[in-house]
């Protein structure tokens, strides 16, 4: 057993000493900003926004977080498209640990922060690099977070927003009965009582209880231990009978879809759920919707006769 004391009287303490302490207080890596987004000027590369981050770590078996950030914004290249397929870029924060700290530079602002593109491969169904593929491209040891998907459609010259994927894994207290917790468990025991009560918690900012057209981490996680993910789609329906629909950068990226509602809201106040079919007018009155493949690309589609303005929740799992 080590017993360790930490930074007392100027002894020796190394980076794991130094950030342990915070480590423990977090969960979650982003603690603001760093959004992927298109440049201004159209082409084939995204913007970063400032931002800082809690990069996870494991130094010979001792976890603790790496914090490091961006203090302006940065523009970084997209590779060229592939002619024939698509594919699923990830953009990457990083630190290399082969930089030589220096107390000569402040900050450590020697390039020891660092971002990157890495490729996944081209393919009818793209897939986007795994960790262990980040992980090479990034380099053995240097601790690192995705910041975004970016679809790149085969022979696109540039990049649209719909194209960016937001993956970033937000911090936030881990606290249990008030208390600190190194685990990613919240277990309000003491609610209800005299130290915390019902109207102490404003259960509105708690992610799960959020739906926004913007890619929420739900903070649950699936059966094969993968985060959930929830996005609203907000459209309006074209009522001619035909099946249509859209391609959104969501929809290629999701792995095990495990909830998908959708209602047809009309302005003469009739809702429609997903599958609904009137048996007194079949024909004229029904609104059914699914995820499929069309022309090669993954899409939301629909059908119905119906204009009025449609809404799918979709809660699901990323590959």
């Given amino acids: 057993m080590t017993r360790l004391v930490f930074n007392r009287d100027g002894g020796k303490t190394d980076e794991y000493g130094h950030m342990i302490g915070f480590s423990w207080h977090i969960q979650g890596d982003v603690i603001g900003g760093l959004v992927v987004t298109p440049t201004d000027t159209p082409g084939m ?18 976890m603790y977080r790496v914090y490091c950030g961006l203090d302006a914004p940065e523009t970084l290249t997209i590779p060229t498209a592939n002619s024939s397929n698509p594919r699923i870029d990830t953009v990457v924060l990083y630190v290399d640990m082969k930089v030589t700290p220096s107390t000569g530079v402040t ?19 793209p897939q986007g690099a795994s960790e262990s593929q980040i992980q090479n491209a990034v380099g053995a040891g240097n601790p690192f977070i995705g910041l975004s998907k970016v679809r790149v459609d085969a022979g696109v010259t540039q990049i649209t927003y719909n194209k960016c994927v937001d993956i970033r894994d937000f911090a936030s207290p ?42 929420i981490n739900t903070n649950k996680t699936f059966i094969d ?23 959104d950068g969501t929809f290629a990226m999701v792995d095990s879809l495990i909830n998908f509602d959708a209602v047809l809201n009309m302005a ?36 119905t006769r119906s204009d009025g303005i449609a809404l799918v929740i979709m809660e699901y799992t990323k590959r």
């Avoid at 231990?225 to 629909?245: D, L, Q, S």
């Avoid at 997903?274 to 939301?300: I, S, W």
Wanted: net charge positive; glycine share 12%; hydrophobic share 30%.
């Fill in 45 to 62: 590369s995204v913007k970063v926004d400032s931002g800082i981050a809690a990069l996870p770590r494991n130094s010979g078996g001792k």
């Fill in 107 to 125: 900050n450590n602002s020697n390039n020891m922060c660092k971002l990157m593109v890495v490729q996944g491969a081209p393919s009818s169904n």
């Fill in 174 to 215: 881990g606290f249990v009965d008030g208390r600190f917790m190194k685990d990613k468990s919240i277990n309000f025991k003491g609610y209800g009582d005299s130290s915390i009560g019902r109207n102490a918690i404003d259960w509105t900012q708690f992610n799960e209880n959020k739906y926004s057209t913007s890619e």
């Fill in 225 to 247: 231990g993968k985060p959930i993910y929830r996005k609203v789609f907000r459209f309006n329906t074209v009522g001619n009978g035909a099946e249509n629909g859209f391609a």
């Fill in 268 to 303: 003469n106040g009739e809702r429609y759920p997903n599958g609904y079919t009137n048996p007194a007018a079949p024909n004229l009155q029904y609104f059914q919707a699914k995820l499929a493949v069309y022309n090669g690309v993954q899409q939301l589609r629909y059908n």
